[in-house]
């Protein structure tokens, strides 16, 4: 039974280029939620797919978007990276978006901006 | 304030011992609670849900206040693998959103 999937595992980037993230949900999920961890804190959520449509959006610019594909696959993108977007980026997957169901998370993608 | 709060640590602990961590929350309106590891660089993994009736799984005891806006997380008999960060994590009930603490390092020695 494969697990949350991310790739890349690791990505370089100049500040002001653009950045895609991807996550394979857990099969049978169909929820994708993603979260960016600073060094040192906990995970802050951005935002969360399902049906292939945005729920719910944390506190980030709209420089950070995403989609979400009919397998229930999801993209994360990043425009104008600024030096502060260096962190793990991490996808969460669970089943319908009630807030009793457990969400599990992939390996994360660590992002660092020079 | 910060919507989850939890003691930074590090807890550092003999193996064998009894080791607490506790967890406040400031929305009355939490629904769901959890406790998540993380080793370091790696993401985080589910320990437990919290229920309002307490729960246990193994040497892992979670408990939930509602009235105090309160978690708590016991480990007995630590071992060494349970040296990690653990990160207390409440769901507002809005859709699925987790809004984490910035969890509590627990160190487990010889």
């Known amino acids: 039974d494969a697990g949350v999937t991310q790739s890349p595992t690791h990505l370089i980037k100049t500040r002001g280029q653009q950045v895609t993230l991807r996550c394979s949900p857990k099969s049978g999920h169909d929820t994708v939620s993603w979260y960016q961890q600073a060094l040192g804190q906990g995970p802050q959520f951005i935002f969360q797919?399902?049906?292939?449509?945005?729920?719910q959006r944390g506190n980030f610019p709209d420089r950070f978007s995403g989609h979400q594909f009919p397998n229930y696959s999801s993209e994360l993108n990043v425009n104008a990276l600024l030096l502060g977007d260096s962190a793990l980026y991490l996808c969460?997957?669970?089943?319908?978006?009630?807030?009793?169901?457990?969400?599990?998370f992939g390996p994360g993608t660590r992002l660092t901006v020079t | 304030r910060k919507e989850v709060e939890q003691d930074p640590g590090p807890f550092n602990v003999p193996e064998g011992a009894t080791v607490a961590f506790n967890c406040t929350y400031s929305n009355s309106a939490s629904q769901s609670f959890f406790w998540y590891r993380q080793d370091c660089r790696k993401e985080p993994k589910l320990l437990m849900s919290?229920?309002?009736s307490g729960n246990e799984d193994g040497r892992f005891t979670a408990q939930l206040n509602r009235a105090s806006q309160y978690i708590s997380l016991l480990i007995r008999d630590s071992k060494l693998s349970d040296s990690a960060t653990y990160l207390c994590?409440?769901?507002?009930?809005?859709?699925?959103?987790?809004?984490f603490g910035t969890g509590t390092r627990l160190q487990v020695t010889l």
């Open positions: 994590v409440v769901n507002r009930g809005t859709a699925s959103k987790l809004t």
């Open positions: 919290v229920y309002s």
């Open positions: 797919y399902y049906e292939e449509e945005e729920r």
């Open positions: 969460a997957s669970s089943i319908g978006t009630e807030p009793s169901y457990e969400q599990y």
